[in-house]
């Protein structure tokens, strides 16, 4: 993966548990997403959120620090 290309990208929960029927943790989810666009390093085509999965059509524009931006979507999200 690398910046200045579109990815079709899968995240999944452990054990496939459907954390993401809870709105909170959607919201997480979204609001980490908006972040990173706001900060103009991802420009996001489409999503879609599932209970134990997300699907995203994303650009990686530039890197966050050091590393990428799914590294930092992951890692904030995963906490």
Same mark, same amino acid.
């Not at 995240?11 to 452990?14: C, F, S, V």
């Given at each position: 993966m690398d910046v200045c290309?579109?990815?079709f990208w899968t995240?999944?929960?452990?054990d496939w548990k459907p954390l993401l029927s809870?709105?909170?943790c959607k919201q997480i989810i979204i609001d980490s997403l908006l972040y990173l666009k706001e900060r103009k390093l991802i420009h996001i085509l489409a999503y879609v959120i599932m +209970?134990?999965?997300i699907h995203l059509i994303?650009?990686?524009n530039d890197y966050n620090s050091k590393?990428? +931006?799914s590294s930092s979507f992951t890692k904030?999200?995963?906490h």
């Open positions: 290309e579109v990815f995240a999944t929960i452990n809870d709105e909170t +209970p134990n999965h994303w650009k990686l590393e990428l +931006p904030f999200t995963g």
